[in-house]
């Protein structure tokens, strides 16, 4: 896309409860886009995306790693046929070669690969990358409450906090490649934005996890924020449909991204082409 190289990489898949992830939208609807098994969970891709932006290798999100235990894999049913370290390889890139790690927010399906186990001690898991991450969601991240609890595990990003720049607000990370805050799915989640000859791609992270969420009332009962979530797409999706921008969905299992579109005024998608 113009001076960058996109590639959309994957670290597998990991099941959620369907009643959770859309919320007010009942079962005799979203079951006719996804079906559940016998506990009602809904298979989730784990959608990264790397930039490669002349000397960058940028990676946005880092899956869900590999520092769980029986009990939460018997819960979430994470099923790794691939990881983002083997797509990197598949590339012929390290997690040495990563130069900067962007991550939307710190919910343990964004954040798995930020930290692996070294000898018995927790490392950065990019060595040389440098990570971006809104202030506020480390803070809250840090501070978690009865309500987002189980989101947030420690193991899976603070070993990396020597390695973490701390932004508050909208910034450029390099030129052409920008975060902004999309409130919503946590208070200070974070989209990026890659733009370069006239052309945009759009990584939404939780506010479009999958393409069956592109209705403005198609959300998740994660969302902290529903009614900020409900007008950060009002002000984004339109935007985005009229300059036919490629949206990258963090969690659709079949669609990673897709171009999208406006018809006769509902918001839709296309095909990429090739």
């Given at each position: 896309m113009g001076a960058f190289n996109l590639h959309g990489l994957s670290d597998g898949s990991f099941m959620l409860d369907g009643g959770q992830m859309f919320a007010i939208v009942p079962k005799t609807m979203w079951e006719k886009r996804i079906s559940a098994d016998e506990k009602n969970r809904i298979r989730l891709g784990l959608t990264c995306l790397l930039i490669q932006a002349g000397r960058h290798n940028i990676v946005v999100e880092t899956g869900?790693?590999?520092k769980y235990d029986a009990k939460f894999n018997d819960i979430y049913r994470v099923e790794?046929?691939?990881?983002l370290p083997g797509d990197l390889q598949k590339l012929g890139l390290r997690m040495e070669d990563i130069?900067?790690?962007?991550?939307t927010h710190l919910h343990f399906d964004h954040c798995g690969w930020n930290v692996r186990r070294e000898n018995g001690k927790l490392v950065p898991g990019f060595p040389?990358?440098?990570y971006f991450i809104q202030r506020g969601e480390w803070e809250d991240a840090h501070n978690a409450t009865e309500r987002n609890r189980a989101s947030y595990r420690e193991e899976f990003f603070a070993a990396a906090?020597?390695?973490t720049e701390f932004l508050v607000g909208d910034a450029e990370i390099v030129p052409g490649v920008r975060v902004e805050v999309g409130p919503g799915h946590t208070r200070w989640m974070q989209c990026v934005r890659v733009e370069s000859t006239g052309?945009?791609?759009y990584?939404?992270?939780d506010l479009v996890p999958t393409h069956s969420h592109l209705g403005?009332?198609?959300m998740t009962s994660f969302d902290l924020y529903p009614l900020e979530t409900l007008a950060s797409k009002k002000r984004l999706l339109p935007e985005l449909a009229a300059a036919n921008a490629l949206l990258v969905f963090a969690h659709d299992p079949c669609v990673p991204w897709a171009r999208l579109v406006n018809m006769e005024g509902k918001i839709s998608t296309m095909p990429v082409e090739g």
């Open positions: 869900i790693g590999d790794h046929s691939r990881t130069d900067i790690v962007i991550n040389r990358a440098k906090e020597a390695q052309q945009t791609a990584f939404p992270s403005y009332a198609w």
